[in-house]
């Protein structure tokens, strides 16, 4: 599988990239940068985060999470398969999965995440 992790802290995408060796796994820091990422490649999953640049609970707006998840509403057929939202920012998380209808909303994911993988 073709995945996409949106995440900002470094410790969380090593274990992303730990609990999912045999799938291929781009991560990105940045909302511009996973929107790009959407726009030029096919994916079959996305992680998303939602506070990004060293900021915890933030609103949401231009720079987090969120500007992703208004990009998917938007271009409905960029989004992956599947999609799961794993940020700790309750708030914020539901904004993403309202935008984003069939994502689904786990945090902590990255602990254990090739479980929403298997086919």
């Not at 030029?40 to 231009?62: C, I």
């Not at 786990?106 to 254990?112: A, E, H, Q």
Request: glycine share 6%.
């Amino acid at each position: 599988m073709r995945v996409l992790v949106l995440d900002d802290s470094e410790e969380r995408l090593r274990q992303f990239r730990q609990n999912l060796i045999g799938h291929v796994v781009e991560c990105v820091t940045t909302a511009p940068d996973a929107i790009k990422k959407l726009k030029d490649e096919d994916w079959d999953a996305v992680f998303l985060d939602h506070d990004l640049g060293d900021k915890v609970f933030q609103e949401s707006k231009e720079g987090t999470g969120y500007e992703v998840a208004k990009y998917l509403e938007e271009n409905p057929s960029r989004t992956p398969m599947i999609a799961i939202v794993h940020s700790f920012n309750k708030a914020g998380a539901d904004k993403m999965i309202a935008a984003i209808p069939r994502a689904f909303y786990v945090p902590g994911v990255w602990m254990n995440c090739e479980e929403f993988l298997k086919e």
